[in-house]
């Protein structure tokens, strides 16, 4: 596999073929780069829907309404769709709970070292939270991450895919019960095949020169 080739190959996809489903291979792997995307200090602040089914892709096009209702082909006609979801807060019992994973998951030596983790972390959420005051920003910062790790993971599984943060954050908060589980609405990512109406499938990628935005030292 050639990296470098994946991210010049890739492409936002502007139109799916609806008939075109991904197997149940490529969705289980869709769904470890989600659960295994990178996040500071392993803070893990979201939660992903993937929508599947007519129903479930229906839920989320209700976002896609208004203003927006251009994106709502590329919910319907694709084969899933994740929606990004960023917690609206980080409080003292989630810390605890990711501590307590953590523990399980056996990455403790000591209880000194659960300690240190705690102080660290820590140190940065409430820095956010207090100091900085942009906590739902620098939690959303992590989601993005989740955001690439799917982007090119998709391409490296010959999938195609359409980020789109054009949607009606009310309108896909009350599709989705948003609000009660304390989650706001992120990023959303269609995932499937392009059909031969797509027109970006078709046309040159445009990048600023190289030198302009890359700086060796």
């Not at 892709?57 to 899933?80: C, D, L, Q, T």
């Amino acid at each position: 596999m050639n990296i470098a080739e994946l991210a010049q190959k890739r492409y936002t996809t502007k139109s799916f073929d609806p008939a075109r489903k991904l197997s149940a291979e490529h969705v289980a792997q869709i769904e470890a780069l989600l659960h295994y995307s990178p996040s500071s200090t392993n803070a893990q602040p979201w939660h992903f829907f993937i929508a599947g089914t007519e129903e479930g892709r229906a839920a989320v096009a209700r976002g896609a309404s208004g203003f927006y209702a251009f994106n709502e082909p590329k919910i319907r006609n694709a084969s899933h769709v994740v929606v990004f979801c960023t917690r609206a807060a980080i409080d003292d019992a989630y810390l605890e709970q990711l501590l307590d994973q953590e523990q399980r998951d056996a990455r403790f030596a000591s209880a000194e070292a659960r300690a240190g983790q705690q102080r660290g972390r820590a140190h940065f959420v409430n820095a956010h939270r207090y100091a900085l005051r942009d906590a739902i920003h620098w939690m959303e910062k992590q989601v993005y991450l989740a955001v690439g790790t799917l982007l090119l993971g998709a391409a490296a599984l010959g999938i195609d895919a359409c980020p789109m943060e054009g949607f009606d954050a009310d309108a896909l908060d009350q599709a989705l019960g948003l609000r009660e589980r304390g989650l706001v609405g992120s990023v959303i990512v269609s995932l499937g095949y392009h059909s031969p109406e797509d027109f970006n499938a078709h046309l040159p990628k445009s990048r600023l020169p190289l030198d302009q935005i890359l700086t060796r030292l």
